[in-house]
């Protein structure tokens, strides 16, 4: 396998440690991600009071420990939010796509209703080639011998030597 | 007083480790460890995680052990080559490595920048595996002194230290640590068995399974990550030419510059992995700083190369590295503390074998404990003996094209969560949780910290109530009893660590170059 297919033509080198340090998401999505920690640490502080407490020797008793995680939590969220309003808004366009993730998080979902009715093998070896196929690759055939490969080698090597078992589905091996 | 106790213990550890099936799986696991580790862009934590299934079926924990040893150990040395070969550290402990590393191979120095890391793993590897042989059972000893309020404050020092040097932000990394305290509290409550946020499921009964959240969080988040900025990141240029790989080992100069600073390296590593400060983030960057201050020093003695490929740049921190991962075993074997995310997924490791360290480990599981310190030894040792002459074979896995590398991964990460209990609940499970980790690596929030404390968050609990349940209720015991005392003052320091250099600069009357001390985000 060779790696020149897909290298693009720009020399660019990935830094990695670079790209880490950036915080890449624009404010609004730092805005909507407090949001969303204040609404649920918020919920789960009500929630709270449907753990049910019994009478006993324990003083703290099983509330006390999610009152204190949610309380806190709630708190943390609402300093973030404050913390993103006050963030500058962010110039340029965003370096990163949402149709991959999205992509991939359905085929994730797909996968787990599938395994067990198509079988371990017919359904990890579409898992791996609808995922090349959305990460980028484009060649076909190579794909698809790799996908079908791995999943027969994993499928043997874990019901055979390690003992786990994983769905037969369709095959009926 | 050493006791020669320690060395017949040791030397059973030895004679079990020697056994030719156990060697087997301290060979496959550092065969394993490096080629899963070598891929850019992956851990130790993650490795380990991702393997973790193969050893669901040991009968017999202590090739498990042995096999995770070297699936350590393989792993970290994988990290260091590709950082050193293509810049992309896997975990924020190579990035010190890279720094030099990457630079030393570009002038076509990359065979001595993997051999003294190599070597340098090596010597901090024994040296402190030794230490730990020595420190670990009085540690022990002195642990089982230890009552409950103890515990409770060493576990909260823990997380919050670590909290406080992981990631860039005190509210974002405090943030991540609520979440994986709250991901703890799920399921039935250990102590009056009140369902607590189980959303009226069966499934979240007996809580979320921590593999669950590890996959989660750094497999599936990850490849997520990843793949939203495919787009705007052209896959990684091919930088191995085979004719500078090829320009000799070691010369003399260079052993001559490499010597100090492994041992240097060593003395960071073991007592900063062995503190809770995140595991290797700290001291690698101390290290690096060190050598990088002392050339300066020397610098009529030779050119300063730092920033242009110097050997003490890479020697330093590598050792440093690895001396830590022995340090960090000292808190997890003694006292069932993870103090970084790759010992969080050891003591996850150790909890499907049944085995919960701690004080009586020691006792309980004597054989166990001499065994895998025993192994370390001799993954150490495999590690020299594979990596020197097989590096060139290892570096050819860094050309499989990105987008098989990462559906390769989703492939193992269900695997891995799939096999906890035969269903495609985990999976989605497991989704979920990857989801949430591909938004904090957008938002630039710390991963480790939620691995904390989903792992520390029920112990930490459990600790707490029983100490109020002695007291009769009275939280004053928390504060009454000296060390426990002295933990909880050491806590609140904590906090501040982050901002010394602010406060120092304060003091001083002069501007501070940066305004908090972070070091990178732990993998």
Known sequence: ?173 | MISLAVFNDLLHGFSTVLDPMNLLWAVLGVTLGMLVGILPGIGPALTIALLLPITFNFSDPIGAFIMFAGIYYGAMYGGSTTSILINTPGESASVATAIEGHKMALKGRARAALATAAIGSFVAGTISTVLLTFVAKPIGNLASEFQSTDYFAITLLAMVAVTALVGHSLVRGLLSLTVGLFIGLIGLDSLSGAQRYTFGTLRLLDGVDVVIVIVGLFAIGETLHVASKLRSTPDRPAVLEKGQLRTGYLNKSDWSRSWAPWLRGTALGFPFGAIPSGGAEVPTFLSYTIEKRRARKAGRKHPDEFGDGAIEGVAGPEAANNASFSGVLVPLLTLGLPTSATAAVMLAAFQIFNVQPGPQLFEDQGTLVWTLIASLYVGNLILLIMNLPLIQIWVQVLKVPRPLLYAGILVFACLGVYSLSGSGYEVLMALLIGVVGFFMRKLDFPIAPVILGVILGPTMEEQFRRSLVISNGDASVFFTRPLSLIIIVLTVLALFVPYLPRIVARIRGTQASRDRLTFGEDD
Request: proline fraction near 5%; charge should be negative.
């Open chain 1, 1 to 173: 396998m060779s790696a020149t297919e897909e290298t693009s033509d720009t020399e660019a080198v990935e830094t990695a440690k670079t790209a880490d340090l950036e915080v890449e998401a624009s404010r609004l999505v730092r805005i909507i991600a407090a949001l969303v920690l204040v609404v649920l640490s918020g919920t789960f502080l009500v929630g709270v009071f449907d753990i049910r407490s019994p009478d006993g020797l324990d003083p703290a008793g099983p509330r006390f420990f999610p009152l204190l995680v949610t309380a806190a939590w709630l708190l943390l969220s609402l300093a973030y939010l404050v913390e993103s309003l006050r963030s500058p808004r962010t110039a340029g366009a965003p370096d990163h796509s949402w149709f991959e993730p999205v992509a991939l998080s359905a085929l994730l979902i797909l996968y787990a209703f599938l395994v067990v009715p198509l079988g371990y093998m017919i359904a990890t070896a579409l898992l791996f080639y609808a995922a090349a196929r959305v990460l980028g690759s484009r060649q076909l055939v190579r794909d698809i011998i790799v996908a079908v490969v791995l999943a027969v080698v994993v499928y043997i090597a874990f019901t055979q030597f390690l003992d786990i078992s994983l769905p037969e589905g369709v095959l009926g091996l």
